[in-house]
């Protein structure tokens, strides 16, 4: 039992630093090309 007061509230600490990391990347714009990068596989690079 004494297991679990300790690993509950690390467990609940890092889920909300998770979300906190997602958010943050919502905000700073890291989802709003998603189509980008799946198109520039497809264009040829003929700079090699």
Do not use: Y
Request: net charge negative; charged share 20%; hydrophobic share 55%.
């Amino acid at each position: 039992m004494n297991t679990l007061v300790i690993l509950v509230p690390i467990a609940l600490g890092l889920g909300l630093l998770g979300l906190c990391a997602f958010v943050w990347s919502l905000k700073a714009g890291q989802f709003d090309d998603l189509d980008g990068a799946a198109h520039r596989i497809l264009d040829e690079d003929d700079a090699l």
